[in-house]
């Protein structure tokens, strides 16, 4: 529970004298005038108080007062500190201070004249700082709806009117203050918001609670939370919808699971936020995948009329039992008379992940694609729209008279062979003992990247090649290209490693020209823009009479919102039945890495990627980092503090960067 204010306090240096706050004022003897707020000075005096909540005065009588004494007691209400005080005007400000019943600055005002009547010094004490006023606190009930402290008006739609005191609200609300204290306004528009809402809020921000909220003006309470800014109430709105989450369980009817959906609907809708949503979804996901399903039928009963909003909010409930919407869609489709697809079909087609569907549902898949095939009124857009998911499917999944066989390119993280307490032997037996290593250069990624980033010394073991040629000879793996190993960067880290390697024939394989295939050429900001930022498909092929009748493609999958782990990379071979080809060959082994530039002509420079994991971003998604491989120009500590946000973020002890100028080309190294 919220404590009470307690004085002196600190209710903000900006506030003292602004006029949009002052609703009270002390009339001087030489007619001169003093403006406060009431509520301040109430806090501070029983006495005024009184004067102001009981008996809604607006003025006081201080014409008995030096001018010099009312600012000095106005100032010190504010700040909880007597700044202003001097032996001319103490006797004033002790006698208002006793009028007023201000029994702190009383006590302080006593102590000044005492060691001045003695001539002692003041200790630095005296004037300290007093406890600045922290929300949510209890400024009292009792002054909520009292004319005589209210100087703020909510102009509500209806054209009512609802009031408030400025201080109070600017204290919980940096909006508020901003809009009272700097741009001097006195009235505010709510007419986005019900009459109870704002009541609730203008009580919440007095009192420190939120005791008047329910299900009917939830939306707009929470909705003024986060317009105004006031980060408790925020907190406490989440409590609050936390707590009827935690209420939902298998026996829930549709009204309860309907409240949490349509208030992460709102929110999503009206200030762009998730965390609503994801809340439903993790709670509703726990429930049962019949109840939830049951939901989302009802809930896109009328498909046509949803917005793109509730198609999100769906789409992130399904997961990825995608086929429940495809469903839906389809049925949706046929009542409407196979004509043309809505905003809403647009918006579900664009970001659903089809692959999904067809996995699970392959035939709810096939239908769907009928029904789009027979629309009768498809636009341009629809037609593009088509063609990109006819493209997608033909990457990732058999479609007709297509097949496709698909692999994995390795990113997996090296986080754990990054630590110095390991020596290089101790990798060396975790990297060959893991399963998902399927060729000795995937091996050899990591040991470099090892000696490279933690800038540790190759032991001089004789065994080393030994158990590098068993390792082949035990897997089948095919030797290591020599064009792959002389582009890794060499340094007094890694030569002799790398010399080890290409000066043993049972290793090293020559291959000529014909090592390695190109995939894509990007220069720096056009590899963020193309493969961090958006999903792509690239097509590409392999010499040889083997594969003249077959096409390769990799497919990159964007980093989705600054969320990392929606990356993806996958490559595969698409065969396409011909006279010349009665069955497919099998894939390939491909080794795929980055190379860098290094002059005009030469791309010499090999950058591995095997143990990058995801690509990791800023929250504005400027600056990029993929493993060890940096494309920025911030130093080590800078890059740190940028991307300590991410899950995914490896601290590697050096980065590789790569300039704006530089140019970078992925390739496909033919290991057999």
């Not at 095919?478 to 290409?502: E, H, R």
Request: net charge negative; hydrophobic share 40%.
């Amino acid at each position: 529970m919220p404590s009470n204010v307690s004085v002196p306090a600190h209710f903000g240096r900006d506030h003292d004298g602004e006029s949009s706050h002052n609703n009270l004022t002390f009339n001087l003897g030489d007619g001169n005038k003093i403006t406060a707020n009431s509520i301040i000075m109430s806090l501070n005096s029983p006495v005024i108080a009184r004067m102001t909540t009981m008996k809604q005065l607006t003025s006081i009588d201080a014409t008995e007062f030096s001018m010099e004494a009312v600012n000095c007691f106005v100032k010190a209400s504010y700040t909880g500190r007597l700044e202003l005080l001097t032996p001319a005007n103490a006797a004033d400000v002790l006698e208002m201070g006793r009028v007023s019943h201000v029994d702190w600055l009383v006590a302080k005002c006593e102590k000044f004249l005492n060691y001045k009547l003695r001539g002692n010094e003041l200790s630095k004490g005296f004037l300290k700082k007093a406890p600045k006023i922290c929300v949510p606190a209890d400024f009292g009930r009792h002054f909520i709806g009292v004319p005589s402290h209210e100087n703020l008006t909510f102009n509500l739609g209806d054209g009512a009117k609802i009031q408030a005191n400025s201080i109070i609200l600017a204290l919980n609300s940096p909006v508020i203050d901003n809009l009272t204290t700097n741009l001097h306004q006195t009235s505010l528009e709510a007419d986005d918001f019900s009459r109870e809402a704002v009541d609730c809020f203008v009580e919440s921000t007095y009192t420190g609670e939120i005791e008047a909220v329910n299900l009917g003006n939830f939306r707009d309470v929470n909705k003024m939370s986060r317009v105004f800014q006031v980060s408790w109430l925020v907190a406490k709105c989440e409590e609050y919808f936390v707590s009827y989450l935690d209420k939902l369980d298998s026996e829930s009817s549709y009204s309860d699971m309907l409240f949490v959906v349509e208030e992460a609907v709102y929110l999503m809708s009206a200030i762009k936020s998730r965390d609503f949503l994801n809340l439903t979804v993790k709670k509703i996901a726990s429930i049962s995948v019949t109840s939830r399903d049951d939901f989302v039928t009802k809930y896109l009963s009328d498909f046509g009329q949803a917005s793109i909003h509730k198609i999100s909010a769906c789409i992130a409930l399904v997961q990825s039992d995608v086929h429940v919407l495809v469903e839906l869609l389809i049925t949706h489709l046929k009542q409407s008379g196979n004509k043309g697809l809505n905003e809403s079909s647009r918006h579900l087609l664009k970001n659903l992940d089809m692959s999904l569907c067809f996995d699970k549902k392959p035939e709810v898949h096939e239908e769907l694609f009928e029904v789009l095939d027979s629309l009768t009124d498809s636009t341009r857009e629809d037609s593009r729209l088509f063609l990109s998911m006819y493209k997608q499917l033909s990457c990732k999944k058999p479609f007709n008279s297509y097949t496709t066989m698909s692999s994995v390119i390795h990113l997996g993280s090296f986080k754990n062979y990054l630590s110095e307490s390991k020596n290089f032997s101790e990798i060396f037996s975790e990297l060959s003992a893991r399963e998902d290593i399927a060729d000795i250069h995937t091996l050899v990624d990591g040991l470099w990247l090892r000696l490279f980033n933690v800038k540790s010394t190759f032991p001089m073991d004789s065994q080393f090649v030994q158990k590098m040629v068993h390792l082949v000879d035990h897997h089948g793996w095919s030797l290591v290209s020599a064009k792959y190993a002389k582009g890794l960067k060499s340094d007094g880290f890694t030569n002799l490693f790398l010399g080890t390697i290409l000066s043993s024939d049972k290793l090293i394989r020559e291959c000529g020209d014909s090592s390695y295939v190109a995939i894509f050429e990007y220069s720096q900001p056009e590899f963020i823009k193309k493969i961090f930022c958006s999903d792509h498909i690239f097509k590409f092929k392999i010499p040889g009479d083997l594969y003249a009748y077959q096409e390769f493609v990799v497919t990159t999958t964007a980093v989705k919102e600054c969320n990392s782990d929606s990356f993806d990379i996958q490559w595969g071979m698409l065969n396409k039945p011909s006279r010349y080809c009665s069955s497919p060959p099998d894939l390939p082994k491909l080794h795929f890495a980055l190379l860098l530039q290094s002059d005009k002509n030469l791309w010499n420079r090999v950058l591995p990627i095997s143990w990058c994991g995801k690509p990791t971003c800023d929250k504005s998604g400027t600056y990029w980092n993929w493993g060890y491989i940096a494309f920025n120009d911030k130093s080590d500590d800078e890059r740190r503090q940028i991307f300590r946000h991410s899950d995914w973020f490896v601290d590697w002890p050096f980065c590789f960067e790569i300039k704006q100028s530089e140019a970078i080309k992925m390739v496909a190294f033919l290991i057999q």
